[in-house]
């Protein structure tokens, strides 16, 4: 099968940093599809020649498992193509369809990778070029729009000329081998099933920590914040792959369907849960990895005087008979004390006590998504018995755990996100993307949170980099009695 795949936004950050070393990877493994071109699109002057240059130049400060030799660079640098386009000009897209019109491939991918203000001039532009064929797919990049009337407005545009089968919509955490084993561990074994609710189940924690700051990308996060960056896509995603009732297959429409009703049970926020629910934070200047890193305020590209946040902690409850009342706490940020995406699942307490266990301790299973892959489960234990104190002992438990490394058991060097995802589209499958009602039922939950924030005087919580985040975080699950997996 051969295949076209047009990459907007070509010589972007997101294609340095993720697409091309993934679809390098995807090359390296002898997964993609044989007879593919990959065509980066930019508004710079390039040649075919210098563009396959910088990619090799950027392959240098890329994590890529091994570095590639000369010959299987050069094999792969044989893929690429640039076009030079200025992608408000109808002229250019003439050229496009010139380019891709020299063979017809049986897949043609446009990878929208550019900033959403432009998502739905491409797809205009690309239409009346006559580029919106049956075989086309089109793939865009999150944040797709900044609110709900915005995310609307994109997804009636792009429904008018592809239908929602040809398109694509990416969060790349859906990829990840962790939480492709989260539906494995849900959907493949029967034996959490009977335990996966409201009567055996305390909470359910979210952890998406990132230590880096925003780097060089402060201008894209001023408008954005971890609201809209992380919290509206990735977590929203992971805590309906948590939630979600058991699919009655694998198709795509089948599990998005169950997606959706997690994110129209999510509980309305009110004044008083905005007020009590939400903490926002912003990183001041502080230690990271041992180094003094600055505040987010001193960081280039973003206003000295910004409130826009770096940290999100939420308490939320999804209002359906299996879940009712079983808090969920979702926590992300940048520059906070290491980078360690988790989901902790905290099951009840024995319901009476009969050894002098430590009260509080109870079973916990963690689904460790990052930098770790893998599973622990928490288990109370008899330990190894003292003979001066052996009915002591008797009496006391430790905990102890099971844990299974996904990275040592199936081998470190598995399918990343990216090279999953871009391969599902080559391929036309869809379940790991986002569909329309999905993303809007997911910006018309966190709107509130924005409204309140857009008319709150207080501002972000400040916290020190290389911490859990604002005091504020942990008083606000201490009240219901709980506390954050790191903090016991
Ligand atoms: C992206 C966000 O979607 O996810 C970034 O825009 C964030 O701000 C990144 O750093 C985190 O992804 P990962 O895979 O490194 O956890």
Redesign the pocket.
């Given at each position: 099968m051969s295949f076209d795949l047009v990459l907007f936004g070509g010589t972007g950050d997101l294609a340095w940093r993720k697409l091309m070393p993934a679809l390098f990877q995807a090359f390296r493994h002898g997964t993609l599809p044989e007879g593919g071109r990959i065509i980066g699109v930019g508004r710079d002057d390039l040649s075919h020649e210098q563009y396959r240059d910088l990619i090799r130049q950027r392959f240098d400060k890329v994590d890529l498992a091994k570095r590639p030799s000369a010959d299987e660079f050069a094999r792969f640098a044989a893929l690429l193509e640039f076009v030079r386009m200025d992608l408000s000009k109808p002229d250019d897209y003439t050229r496009l369809a010139q380019t891709l019109q020299e063979r017809q491939a049986d897949t043609v991918v446009m990878y929208v990778a550019t900033a959403p203000a432009l998502f739905t001039t491409v797809c205009e532009q690309l239409a009346a070029s006559g580029l919106n064929t049956p075989h086309t797919r089109v793939v865009l990049e999150?944040p797709l729009g900044h609110d709900l009337a915005s995310n609307r407005a994109i997804n009636q545009t792009v429904r008018r000329f592809f239908s929602e089968n040809q398109i694509f919509r990416i969060d790349?955490?859906l990829g990840?081998p962790s939480v492709q084993n989260l539906f494995a561990l849900r959907f493949g074994n029967a034996l959490f099933e009977p335990l996966w609710r409201r009567e055996h189940i305390a909470n359910i924690q979210i952890t998406?920590a990132?230590d880096?700051g925003?780097e060089s990308?402060g201008a894209f996060?001023e408008t954005?914040g971890a609201l809209r960056?992380?919290v509206q896509?990735?977590a929203l995603q992971l805590l309906c792959a948590i939630a979600m009732e058991p699919p009655i297959n694998a198709h795509a429409d089948a599990i998005r369907d169950e997606k959706l009703k997690v994110l129209r049970s999510l509980k309305p926020w009110t004044t008083e849960s905005l007020t009590q629910d939400v903490v926002r934070g912003q990183y001041s200047a502080g230690v990271s990895g041992g180094n003094k890193v600055p505040a987010y305020r001193d960081e280039p590209g973003v206003n000295p005087h910004s409130n826009t946040e770096t940290f999100v902690a939420l308490r939320t409850e999804i209002a359906n008979w299996r879940w009712a009342g079983v808090p969920f706490y979702i926590r992300t940020g940048?520059r906070l004390a290491g980078?360690d995406?988790r989901i902790v699942v905290n099951f009840r307490p024995t319901p009476h006590a009969i050894f002098n266990t430590h009260a509080g301790l109870a079973n916990r299973l963690v689904i460790n998504?990052?930098p770790k892959d893998g599973l622990e489960l928490h288990l109370m234990a008899q330990g190894q018995e003292n003979r001066s104190s052996r009915a002591a002992a008797a009496q006391n438990l430790s905990p102890v755990q099971l844990d299974l490394d996904f990275d040592k058991r199936f081998g470190a060097e598995r399918v990343g996100?990216y090279e999953r995802l871009l391969l599902d589209v080559i391929d036309g499958r869809l379940n790991l993307f986002v569909r329309s009602d999905e993303q809007e039922e997911a910006w018309r939950w966190v709107e509130p949170m924005i409204n309140h924030w857009a008319t709150d005087s207080q501002g972000p919580r400040p916290y020190a980099s290389g911490t859990w985040g604002p005091s504020a975080s942990s008083a606000m699950i201490a009240r219901d009695g709980f506390c954050w997996s790191e903090e016991n």
């Open positions: 999150k790349h955490y990840k998406m990132e880096l925003v990308r996060y954005t960056d992380m896509n990735h940048k980078r995406a998504l990052q996100a």
